[in-house]
């Protein structure tokens, strides 16, 4: 091991300070928005992971849920574990009902918990990339700085994981074209595996092991091949063992899934969703940016590898841009959705960036290697900043608290898009008697709040929307709304007046005219029967729209 470590060639002195310079800049954009609106979220999905993650602490492993693996949630666990021990010291101090408390009105620590680990691993995985392919160091940079890449940084979400793992990944899958070692193959396919149980939108790129092996000049040797798929499905259910232990309901879920597809494919468009990956794309490295350009270049120069090399980091991001512009993929405009073949593409604009370097003085191609990175740079420290601005759903709830009495029926939309306001009591504990007759993990949830009530507060409906609407699964709509007080208001205001509802709370994250034709009737009735009491605009495009309306009139504020 000593000798191995005294012939390693250390970088020199210049390219330890750059390598610093990066590190520092890369963790900055990081760390500068990690409280991006907390407790608020720009997203449902963030509160799905953190909620499934503490439902762990029932005692069982076994998620309610199979919206995504159970890697992720099952790391976020033990990281709450150490939250507890830190918080409670060790269990003297506090209790596990009053950790439960805790989450239940003022969960922002188990947020930024979930962040930190996030903005972590994103910027472990261009390390990764750098260290398995030296010779490459834009691919890192542009990396480090991607826009697409820094703003799942900011999110709870299992993206950044399945993103590092990838990262290495596509690190061994190049050894396996070059040299085809044994480890290479077992290590590639534990790879992948470990990041297909990060996130399903992994599981595509799993191909690029029998890629890798297939372009390998040479006889392939199919033995280390199935060993390394071997590897990769064992790695799968390492992390997602509920998989093989339940398999049906594992596969219910994946069934629930291709019904969403099919419905949503019924909007499907070619066009605006092959133009929207292609963006993605030539923008990954941030707008102005020529990353995306220099990429389409490393296809055709012939690097070490040569066309070898240029067809496996390739074909898995054109197979990739194809299916998310396909009915099968229908809905999944998300930049993250890349992720899995991020590096390889990565890869090719250094590629394009080192044939361009070496027709080019040494000053030049230097200055060029900034103008590449620093735009998605500029994005990031801009995006900071907006995200910084005042959030509208804090605002509307303050002005709720202070204009409506306490106790008044409240019509809103997801939690996530609308103010967080104290549900009364008496609310709390129906649901807590509901959710625990029907078996519901919330049940927990429901009488934690009860017992750390803190007083006052509103009895809160939801609007009843439909998953093609919501743009998620089907399973997951029925059990998000089984286990909270909903009102089908397709018809009108009639159900909402009948409960008591004196005011609707809208959000532009929420149902709009425009994209929920379902709800026509609501917003038609809303227009007549009710008056719109108070608008707080969005700050920046991070954040949405509140608007308040009173029902039978009302005042103006």
Request: aromatic share 12%; net charge positive; hydrophobic share 55%.
């Amino acid at each position: 091991m000593l000798a191995r470590l005294r012939k390693m060639k250390l970088p020199d002195a210049d390219s330890l300070r750059w390598l610093a310079v990066a590190l520092a800049l890369a963790a900055l954009v990081r760390l500068l928005g990690l409280c991006w609106g907390l407790p608020y979220t720009p997203n449902a999905d963030e509160p799905h992971i953190v909620d499934l993650a503490v439902s762990f602490g029932a005692g069982t492993l076994r998620p309610y849920a199979f919206k995504y693996p159970t890697l992720w949630p099952y790391l976020l666990f033990f990281l709450y574990g150490l939250y507890f021990l830190a918080w409670s010291l060790f269990g003297l101090r506090r209790s596990v009902a009053d950790f439960a408390v805790l989450f239940a009105w003022h969960p922002g620590g188990f947020y930024l918990i979930a962040r930190l680990a996030a903005a972590v691993f994103s910027l472990a995985a261009p390390l990764v990339l750098w260290r398995m392919e030296k010779d490459r160091p834009l691919a890192a940079l542009l990396l480090a700085f991607s826009p697409v890449v820094v703003v799942e940084a900011h999110s709870g979400k299992p993206d950044t994981l399945m993103f590092l793992f990838s990262c290495a990944a596509w690190g061994f899958a190049l050894r396996v074209l070059r040299r085809g070692a044994r480890r290479d193959y077992w290590l590639c396919g534990t790879l992948l595996g470990l990041a297909a149980t990060s996130q399903f939108t992994a599981l595509p790129a799993c191909a690029v092991l029998p890629l890798a092996a297939l372009l390998r000049p040479g006889k392939t040797d199919w033995r280390f091949l199935a060993e390394g798929i071997a590897c990769g499905a064992a790695a799968f259910l390492l992390g997602s063992p509920y998989a093989l232990i339940e398999p049906r309901f594992f596969l219910s879920w994946l069934g629930g899934a291709g019904s969403y597809a099919a419905s949503a494919a019924s909007i499907w468009k070619p066009g605006p969703f092959l133009a929207y990956t292609a963006r993605t794309l030539g923008d990954f490295a941030g707008p102005f940016s020529i990353g995306g350009a220099l990429a389409l270049l490393g296809l055709f120069v012939r690097p070490r590898g040569g066309g070898r090399r240029a067809l496996l980091l390739a074909l898995p991001v054109l197979a990739y841009a194809a299916l998310l512009s396909s009915p099968l993929a229908a809905g999944a405009r998300n930049p993250r959705y890349l992720f899995a073949v991020l590096p390889a593409w990565a890869l090719l604009a250094a590629d394009g960036f080192e044939a361009l370097k070496s027709a080019t003085p040494r000053r030049a191609w230097i200055w060029l290697a900034a103008l590449i990175v620093l735009p998605g740079l500029a994005l990031d420290l801009s995006r900071d900043a907006k995200m910084r601005a005042p959030d509208p759903r804090a605002q509307a709830a303050d002005w709720i608290r202070a204009h409506v009495p306490e106790g008044t029926a409240l019509l809103m939309d997801v939690p996530h898009a609308c103010p967080h306001l104290v549900m009364v009591r008496p609310e709390v504990e129906e649901l807590a008697r509901r959710t625990a007759a029907s078996g519901s993990p919330r049940a927990r949830l429901y009488r934690a709040m009860a017992a750390g009530h803190p007083g006052g507060g509103y009895r809160i409906y939801r609007i009843e929307r439909t998953a093609l609407d919501l743009g998620t699964l089907p399973k997951i709509v029925a059990l998000s709304q089984a286990d909270a007080p909903m009102l089908d208001v397709r018809a009108g205001l009639a159900p909402a007046r009948a409960a008591g509802v004196r005011w609707v709370v809208l959000s532009s994250f929420g149902a709009r005219p425009e994209t929920s034709p379902e709800l026509a009737g609501f917003f038609s009735a809303l227009k007549t029967g009710a008056t719109l009491a108070k608008v707080f605009p969005a700050s920046s495009r991070f954040w949405p729209t509140i608007e308040i309306y009173e029902l039978n009139g009302g005042r103006r504020a």
